[in-house]
Every structure is written in structure tokens, then in C-alpha cells.
């Protein structure tokens, strides 16, 4: 979940649930949670078929910010202001998808109103298939997992939200791209696999309408994050992650229904803007097509909590050395440029930052969210933040709703409410600029 421009070595991640300790093999994963706090107050509700008005995130007395209604603005390939649902059913223990396994309860009905109500206007729902897949040559899926990502579907579907599905952490165990790009006969089974994982997905969903997304895979990489041997093999393994997003396209459309249209997302390399120069969009009928790309601009700030302080108005010993509202503007630039250079919508399927300890620490993270959720909507662009349920402090923690109740998380109303400001605002005097010019104090 991480771009070129904020690689970080991740293969020592060990992260705590409850003051366990997870084995080393459990790594990549976002995967800590602690104590519980209970909601405080909701903020401005979106209402079917209106426009809010005079929301507490107004500049001064005598001037409103309007929101508007996502539900009316969006367009059906839009996934507007988004929520992951980090760290459930893409948890596995011991190889095997498990919804539990990393620390979260049972995500209810209850979770996804929350997200909704919160001004949320699409939920991503990550799944990894491991342990739940049969053997060649039908590789039936586990009945009981199947049901159980459809029940969540379902919940966000009563909910009002639209929803993105996909195969998440499979990547790196039966989806090797270094082994594949390798191995031509590998290869080959293993894109019979992804074809029969894909198809069986793709039928329980079929009468399903256009709120539910399809993304074909996760941050599909060597190991290296975007720095293995995809720098040095002649491009082999592009080549053979290009072939593997073609099978996904054609194994959706071929079973039909609903399914001949559907919105499909379809990720970079590594979910790397930067190593989009190698990407090539599959062919499609329907020509309904989005770019998936991940940003975590920059990682060391926004995940590893090794920068307190982000902006022109960050203390300099405090804040990332190269990283700005400029190098954020030209991440975002080079995501909007994918869409300019392919014709398809781009969505940034990860972005975030984690809760610190300190009232001002936090007022920089409220910034810098806040900043990212404007320049992306000036750039019509899709951005859905990674909550992994997590309620500490720090690397990775980046919790803003109890994924069991819906409840908030520390101070996840006022983050939420941050983003949605910047993401939904839509008044002429509300501008990047102005947003800009608020930056903390110094």
C-alpha cells in the first residue's frame, strides 16, 4: 500500500493485537487494535436527495460551507470519499482467511450504517481467498466464506453505499508474479486459477446493480514493494501482471448479467502510481474500466509515524525532508494524468495517516488529510482511506470506527469530519488555497 516515491523495507512487521504478538510471516498487514472509545457526536448527515447546509466546518459566523449530498453528485463509476475495512476479511491465520484473525470483531449491519452516516460514500471491502479455495481443476470457493463477503456486500448495499470487492492478500502465496513471470506452464495454471476464482465471484454477484465494484487484485509484487526484480527482468513481470488483469476482465464479463457492465478496477504494479509507465489497460467491451493506484504520501509521515508534522507550517526538524503539499500536489497530479493517458476514471484505493499522541500532532494529520481530500476532489479523483481498526497510538494505527459497532475510535468523528469537508465542500471561497492558508501555526 505504499508508492515508489515512499518505499519502505516492511518484511519485519510485527504488529500487536491486544499485546499479542503475530507470528513474522503475518507481515504488510496494518494489523494493531486496542481499547474501545464510544462515539461522541455525528457530524453533518447526509440526507437523500439534499443539500446540507450551515455545517459546523464553516470558515466563520456568516459563512456556510455547503456539502453536498454524495448520494446525488457522484457518478455511478465514482467511489467519491471512501472507507476500507482494513484488517477483516482480508485477515488470515496460518495461511487461512479468517475475519477475526488480526483483532476485530464481526463486522454487523451497524458498521456500515456508521459509515454512511459518518458522510462516507463508498466502503471498500478488501477479502483474501487463502485457505478458501479448492483444487484444480474447478477450485471451488468455501461456501461459507463466499456467503459471508456476500452478507457484507448486502450491508453496505441496504446501507446506501457503493462497495469495491477484490482478492487482497492472496498476492505473494498462489498469485507469485516472480514465479509466474518465470515460468510459462506456472503461469498458465495460475491464471486458470485466478479465471476460476474470478468467474465463481463474479456469479454471486451477477444481479447485483451498478453499486458493487469488482478490483481484480492487491499491491501485486516480488517482495521488493516495486524495487525487486521488476527493476532488472525486461520487463517480464509487467508483461505477465498485464496478462493476469486481462484474464480477471474477461472471466468477469463472460458470465453475464449485471456482470457485462460492471465497473472493474484495475490496479498498477505494486498499486504503484510510479510504475504505471509499464501499465496497460485490458481490453473491454463495456469499456468500464477504473485505474486502482495506492498513496501514502509520504509513507514515513503517514504510516511509520517517524515524522510528527507535515506542510509549509511544520517545524523542520519535525517534518518529512522532501515531502510537502507539493510533492502531495505532484502525486496526485501524476494519478490524474493516468486517467488523461488511458480515458478511464483513477481511484486511489489507500491513503491515510495514523493517530499520534499530542493535540498538535493531530492538528497537522487533521491538515494534511484535509488537504489531500481537496486537491483529489479538485482532481475529480476517488480516495478511500485505510481503517484497520487499530485505536492506539502511532506506526500504523489508523482506527477511526469500531468495525463490530460503528462506534468512533478516539477522535475518528473529528478526522471524518476533516475529510469530508475537504472531499465534499462546495463553495467558491473553499479552495486548495485556502485550505493552504490555515495550515497550523507554527
Not at 463474479?202 to 478490483?215: G, I, P, S, Y
Not at 524495487?227 to 525486461?234: E, I
Amino acid at each position: 500500500m505504499i508508492t515508489v516515491s515512499s518505499i519502505a523495507l516492511r518484511d519485519d512487521y510485527i504488529c500487536t493485537i491486544n499485546q499479542t504478538r503475530l507470528p513474522t510471516n503475518q507481515n504488510h498487514t496494518h494489523m494493531k487494535k486496542c481499547s474501545w472509545v464510544k462515539k461522541s457526536l455525528l457530524i453533518c448527515l447526509a440526507m437523500a436527495g439534499t443539500t446540507i447546509g450551515a455545517c459546523s466546518t464553516a470558515k466563520d459566523k456568516n459563512e456556510s460551507l455547503q456539502i453536498s449530498d454524495t448520494k446525488t453528485e457522484l457518478q455511478p463509476h465514482e467511489l467519491g470519499l471512501g472507507w476500507n475495512l482494513g484488517n477483516q476479511l482480508d485477515a488470515y491465520r496460518n495461511s487461512i482467511a479468517e475475519e477475526t484473525a488480526w483483532g476485530n470483531k464481526p463486522a454487523t449491519q451497524a458498521t456500515f450504517n456508521a459509515i454512511k452516516s459518518a458522510g462516507f460514500s463508498s466502503v471498500r471491502i478488501p477479502v483474501t481467498w487463502l485457505g478458501k479455495i479448492g483444487a484444480s481443476p474447478d477450485y471451488k470457493l468455501d461456501n461459507e466464506w463466499l456467503n459471508r463477503v456476500a452478507e457484507l456486500v448486502n450491508y453496505a448495499e441496504k446501507a446506501g453505499l457503493k462497495a469495491v470487492i477484490n482478492i487482497h492478500h492472496d498476492g505473494g502465496h498462489w498469485l507469485d508474479i516472480k514465479k509466474a513471470a518465470t515460468d510459462p506452464l506456472f503461469n498458465k495454471a495460475l491464471k486458470e486459477q485466478l479465471k476460476a476464482v474470478w468467474t465463481q465471484i463474479a456469479q454471486k454477484f451477477a444481479d447485483k446493480d451498478d453499486f458493487l465494484f469488482f478490483e481484480s487484485m492487491n499491491e501485486i509484487h516480488d517482495g521488493g514493494w516495486g524495487w525487486g526484480d521488476n527493476r532488472k527482468d525486461n520487463g517480464k513481470q509487467y508483461q505477465t501482471f498485464n496478462e493476469w488483469q486481462q484474464v480477471f476482465v474477461d472471466a468477469v464479463r463472460a458470465t453475464g448479467g449485471n456482470n457485462a457492465s460492471r465497473w472493474l478496477g484495475i490496479p498498477t504494479y505494486c498499486t504503484n502510481i510510479d510504475l504505471a509507465e509499464h501499465f496497460l489497460l485490458p481490453k473491454d467491451p463495456a469499456k468500464h474500466l477504473l485505474i486502482a493506484v495506492h498513496s501514502y504520501e509520504p509513507y514515513e509521515y503517514c504510516l511509520e509515524d517517524k515524522y510528527s508534522e507535515w506542510g509549509h507550517t511544520g517545524a523542520t526538524d519535525k517534518k518529512h525532508p522532501t515531502s510537502d503539499e507539493q510533492a502531495l500536489v505532484n502525486e496526485l497530479d501524476k494519478a490524474k494524468a493516468l486517467h488523461e493517458k488511458f480515458g478511464a476514471p483513477v481511484y486511489i484505493g489507500e491513503f491515510g495517516a495514523v493517530h499520534r499522541s499530542s493535540e498538535r500532532e493531530e492538528t497537522f494529520r487533521k491538515y494534511y488529510l484535509e488537504y489531500y481530500c481537496k486537491a483529489a476532489a479538485d482532481r475529480g479523483i476517488s480516495v478511500i482511506y485505510w481503517d484497520n481498526g487499530s485505536a492506539g497510538v502511532g506506526r500504523e494505527c489508523s482506527g477511526l470506527l469500531d468495525h463490530g459497532s460503528g462506534t468512533w475510535l478516539n477522535n475518528g468523528d473529528e478526522i471524518v469530519n476533516t475529510m469530508t469537508k475537504g472531499y465534499f465542500t462546495t463553495n467558491k471561497n473553499y479552495t486548495l488555497q485556502s485550505v493552504y492558508d490555515n495550515a497550523p501555526k507554527h
